[in-house]
């Protein structure tokens, strides 16, 4: 089975902190993916990685970076948290076999609360 | 740009009963789509993945539909069990992109 694994379950940072999130997947999967998860609003693309080094943006980049120095592994970087970045953060990664012909899987997620 | 509807946004049914949950599209050039299930405060759970080749996939008591010229899906639950409630999401790529857009979910609650 597919195992994508987030460093935190729950996580609580101040304003202005930098703040690391980082996830790990076991199947030498190519693609990895940040999201967050907010009441209302429901799942959000922030980047998104297709190799070792490459990224993309997603739909809302900003405030955000990431890091993808070694393939299995896939951090987001908040440079400076502010309290609208409290959130449900969801990783995924998913095989590259053409187009959507895998699933994408996901890990458990970070609750992040910033005061 | 791909936008993802699902409806309705809960549903509460007894157990037993096999159910319907909706889903639809408005970009029908999609190649697949996936149905994934989310447990309270948990992560998301691939269930089904559809190819744009194929009209149906089945899991167990689960059976995902996919009419990309209606740009409808349908996720089909037989004999829902208590253990079968969660919120079910439906996700359709972006045009030519591994990006995938999410509908909002359907809230399912089994009542024993």
């Known amino acids: 089975d597919v195992k994508v694994t987030q460093s935190s379950r729950y996580l609580v940072k101040r304003t202005g902190e930098k703040v690391f999130l980082e996830c790990v997947q076991d199947m030498d999967h190519e693609n990895m993916f940040w999201y967050r998860q907010d009441p209302g609003l429901g799942l959000r693309l922030i980047y998104f990685?297709?190799?070792?080094?490459?990224?993309e943006k997603g739909d809302i980049p900003e405030g955000y970076s990431v890091s993808r120095e070694k393939k299995e592994r896939f951090s987001l970087i908040l440079e400076s948290a502010s309290t609208n970045q409290t959130s449900m953060y969801l990783c995924?990664?998913?095989?590259?076999?053409?187009?959507?012909?895998?699933?994408?899987?996901f890990g458990d997620g970070t609750r992040l609360s910033i005061l | 740009k791909q936008e993802v509807t699902q409806i309705p946004a809960a549903l509460s049914v007894p157990e037993g009963e096999n159910l319907v949950l909706n889903c639809s599209f408005t970009?029908?050039?999609?190649?697949?789509l996936q149905w994934f299930r989310q447990d309270p405060g948990k992560g998301l759970t691939s269930l089904l993945l559809?190819?744009?080749?194929?009209r149906e996939q089945t899991s167990g008591r689960l059976n995902a539909s996919l009419d990309k010229s209606s740009g409808r899906s349908t996720l089909y639950i037989a004999a829902s069990q208590p253990g079968d409630s969660a919120t079910y999401l439906c996700a359709a790529p972006q045009a030519g992109s591994e990006k995938l857009v999410f509908g909002k979910g359907t809230k399912l609650t089994v009542n024993p």
């Open positions: 970009d029908s050039a999609i190649y697949n």
């Open positions: 995924a990664s998913s095989l590259e076999q053409g187009l959507g012909n895998q699933p994408q899987h």
């Open positions: 559809i190819q744009s080749s194929q």
């Open positions: 990685s297709y190799d070792v080094k490459m990224k």
